[in-house]
């Protein structure tokens, strides 16, 4: 939930014409742990379906996302201990790599 607050507060924090906060998602999505990854993949579903984007955001989003499979929820997935907890702090590395991202495209 934390990684969709930074990513929808990023789009509500820009200009309409400023898609630095999807520049920063593809950026870490990239580069993202697969847990992570399947979480983002999911936080821009969501952004893509509720919040109003220019097409060409929207474009980029399905892009991004179309080779990563659906997967069911984190609360839904039959995971050990230590496997909760790998997805957890690769979760939790992918929203820091969000926040820096966003900081280095601001300057």
């Known amino acids: 939930m934390d990684l969709f607050c930074a990513v929808a507060d990023a789009i509500e924090q820009a200009d ?10 593809l950026q870490v999505l990239e580069k993202a742990a697969a ?5 983002l993949r999911d936080v821009l579903v969501a ?8 097409p060409i955001e929207h474009r980029r989003i399905r892009a991004a ?6 997967r069911a929820e984190l609360r839904d997935l039959d995971l050990t201990t230590p496997e909760l907890g790998e997805h957890v702090m690769s979760i939790l590395d992918a929203r820091r790599a969000y926040g820096r991202a966003l900081d280095t495209l601001a300057d």
């Open 47 to 54: 952004i893509d379906q509720d919040h109003v984007l220019r």
């Open 35 to 39: 847990p992570a990854a399947f979480d």
């Open 65 to 70: 996302i179309a080779s990563i499979p659906e």
């Open 16 to 25: 309409a014409d400023d898609s630095r906060w999807l520049d920063a998602a």
